[in-house]
């Protein structure tokens, strides 16, 4: 950064007129001359530079922000995607599940038939024996 011009000899006349002695008014000119010229003090040039260097900072930010926007979007769109498709095959599965269970519904019932009957067979069965097995027993009298 510039150093900013500084007129020591105007500084000095000043508060020599204020009442202050020639030799402690030139002192404060050169001490605040010596301050002013060690130190950075930005000048309009240098916050027009900055300014225009934070403009394309923030237009460099601008088109980073569009650009995620654009990705992000396209992310979205493409989970979208994704779930309709997941739900299609969810939708196919559960009809797959709710086939096989029919199936497994009525092969219970064959199988629960099968055994009604085979129980009600080995019942006749049984009675039948039992029946035979008394008649032919002799009772004594």
Sequence with gaps: MNAVPFDTLKMAQRPG???FAAPQAAGMA???A???AGSDLATKDDISALRTDLKGDIAALDQRIT???TELKGDIAGL???MTSLRAEMKGDNELLRRDMEIMRRDIEVARRDVVIKIGSMMVIAVGVML???RMM???P
């Design 17 to 19: 007129a204020a009442g």
């Design 138 to 140: 002799t009772l004594h």
């Design 67 to 69: 650009s995620l926007r």
């Design 80 to 82: 979208d995607q994704r």
């Design 132 to 134: 035979t097995a008394i």
């Design 34 to 36: 010596d301050a002013m």
């Design 30 to 32: 050169e001490a605040l």
